[in-house]
């Protein structure tokens, strides 16, 4: 097993897998396999990054509170909310303070979709 990866089989807490690093953005992937990721990521920035993606996101708050805007529409999400952007959806992930979330991607079942 390597040195970042999650024990399977064992109980842990999401919020405490990636901790807050000043002024950065940090992630760690949980589950990874060829149909999708799970990934957590804590942010203490600002820094907003506008981005597309192939395939249905899952982003769950998992400390603080963050908004999300999928094609310029806002929605503000408080821990333990959830909120699915559609593939091929504009978006972005901002926080009024710093904030975790966990990141669930899912790629299959869109084989024949061209860009």
């Keep these: ?10 109980v842990f807490v999401l919020a405490d897998v990636v901790e807050y690093v000043p ?4 992630s760690h992937t949980i589950l990874m396999k060829a149909t999708g990721r799970v990934s957590l990521a804590s942010v203490d920035s600002r820094e907003v990054v506008e981005r597309t993606s192939p395939f249905d996101k899952l982003i769950l708050v998992i400390d603080g509170i963050a908004e999300v805007t999928i094609e310029g529409k806002s929605f503000t999400l408080e821990t333990g909310q959830a909120i ?32």
């Design 23 to 26: 002024n950065s953005v940090t």
């Design 1 to 10: 097993m390597e040195k970042n990866e999650i024990e399977k089989g064992h």
């Design 84 to 115: 699915i952007i559609p593939a091929h959806a504009r978006n972005s992930i901002v926080g009024t303070d710093r904030f975790k979330i966990m990141s669930t991607i899912i790629k299959s079942g869109y084989e024949e979709v061209i860009m």
